[in-house]
């Protein structure tokens, strides 16, 4: 194997054939002057619009599909399977439409492992957090409105904890849940993926896509998967009465995302030991 290592002078070539792009500053005034900002915050409040049009119908369609009052095959629908892909297929869809625009971030859980990395500033995080709640919100409103009495009847697509799990297994859920999505995004999008080592090409969307089908697999059981706060609150708000446990899909994304931004930027990148050697490296000199 082609050892890890960022190639010295030493061994004739350049320090880096790879580029880190420089920390986003806390609070970045002149975006805020800059159309690309507001297109930008334009195109999360879409996306997550879609978003949630296009999943909550699929859940509320597998519901009432699967309903003896409606149906009498039990095994008809699409399934969790069905749900899942859902869900997956449409991040996959719109990270690669948005991610030239605004990141195709879609998620405040995203949003918020970036900004702990340093990728976004502070102002673009809250507004997209914003615009991405506002967005499931709309999403959300619009199925209501096309689909009035399957939506009370079979619960809005709302967040809630599984009978018999307790809430520490649900907040457990969505921490690791998110962790392996955010450690997704983080890894599909890493600037050392176009070192000379790195030998694995990856469209950054699929791999995004896949996990979150993968983790709506595993835990859909459990809390209907979150991992998502604005996808969680738009449900809530909508629907109106998925409010009991409603802080485990805020809490436990925030805490997963937290962990995939350490575990991505120090572990794996070492950023406090090349913080460390650029701090001695200026003493030296």
């Given at each position: 194997?082609?050892?890890?290592?960022?190639?010295?002078?030493?061994?004739?070539?350049?320090?880096?054939?790879?580029?880190?792009?420089?920390?986003?500053?806390?609070?970045?005034?002149?975006?805020?002057?800059?159309?690309?900002?507001?297109?930008?915050?334009?195109?999360?409040?879409?996306?997550?619009?879609?978003?949630l049009y296009?999943?909550?119908?699929?859940?509320?369609?597998?519901?009432?599909?699967?309903?003896?009052?409606?149906?009498?095959?039990?095994?008809?629908?699409?399934?969790?399977?069905?749900?899942?892909?859902?869900?997956?297929?449409?991040?996959?869809?719109?990270v690669y439409?948005?991610?030239?625009?605004?990141?195709?971030?879609?998620?405040?859980?995203?949003?918020?492992?970036?900004?702990?990395?340093?990728?976004?500033?502070?102002?673009?995080?809250?507004?997209?957090?914003?615009?991405?709640?506002?967005?499931?919100?709309?999403?959300?409103?619009?199925?209501?409105?096309?689909?009035?009495?399957?939506?009370?009847?079979?619960?809005?697509?709302?967040?809630?904890?599984?009978?018999?799990?307790?809430?520490?297994?649900?907040l457990a859920?969505?921490?690791?849940?998110?962790?392996?999505?955010?450690?997704?995004?983080?890894?599909?999008?890493?600037?050392?993926?176009?070192?000379?080592?790195?030998?694995?090409?990856?469209?950054?969307?699929?791999?995004?896509?896949?996990?979150?089908?993968?983790?709506?697999?595993?835990?859909?059981?459990?809390?209907?998967?979150?991992?998502?706060?604005?996808?969680?609150?738009?449900?809530?708000?909508?629907?109106?009465?998925?409010?009991?446990?409603?802080?485990?899909?805020?809490?436990?994304?925030?805490?997963?995302?937290?962990?995939?931004?350490?575990?991505?930027?120090?572990?794996?990148?070492?950023?406090?030991?090349?913080?460390?050697?650029?701090?001695?490296?200026?003493?030296?000199?």
């Open positions: 194997m082609v050892k890890d290592v960022e190639a010295g002078g030493q061994h004739g070539y350049s320090a880096k054939d790879y580029q880190d792009p420089p920390p986003a500053p806390l609070f970045d005034a002149e975006e805020l002057g800059q159309w690309s900002f507001y297109r930008a915050i334009i195109a999360e409040f879409v996306a997550t619009l879609l978003f296009i999943t909550i119908l699929t859940v509320i369609g597998y519901k009432s599909q699967v309903d003896p009052a409606h149906s009498s095959d039990a095994c008809g629908g699409v399934g969790i399977l069905g749900i899942a892909w859902a869900f997956g297929g449409m991040i996959f869809v719109l439409c948005t991610a030239g625009i605004s990141g195709g971030h879609i998620n405040p859980a995203v949003t918020f492992g970036l900004f702990l990395a340093r990728k976004v500033s502070l102002v673009r995080t809250i507004l997209y957090i914003a615009a991405q709640c506002l967005g499931a919100i709309c999403g959300c409103g619009l199925v209501k409105a096309f689909q009035s009495a399957y939506y009370d009847l079979y619960g809005g697509g709302a967040n809630s904890l599984a009978h018999g799990y307790s809430t520490g297994t649900g859920a969505e921490i690791i849940g998110t962790f392996v999505l955010v450690y997704t995004v983080f890894s599909a999008t890493d600037p050392k993926r176009s070192a000379r080592d790195s030998h694995v090409p990856v469209l950054a969307p699929l791999p995004i896509g896949f996990a979150v089908f993968m983790v709506h697999l595993a835990t859909i059981p459990i809390t209907g998967t979150g991992i998502n706060p604005a996808r969680s609150f738009g449900a809530a708000v909508i629907y109106g009465e998925a409010w009991n446990g409603h802080w485990i899909f805020w809490v436990g994304p925030f805490i997963g995302a937290a962990i995939a931004a350490f575990y991505h930027q120090f572990v794996l990148r070492a950023a406090a030991v090349k913080a460390l050697g650029s701090f001695r490296s200026a003493n030296t000199m």
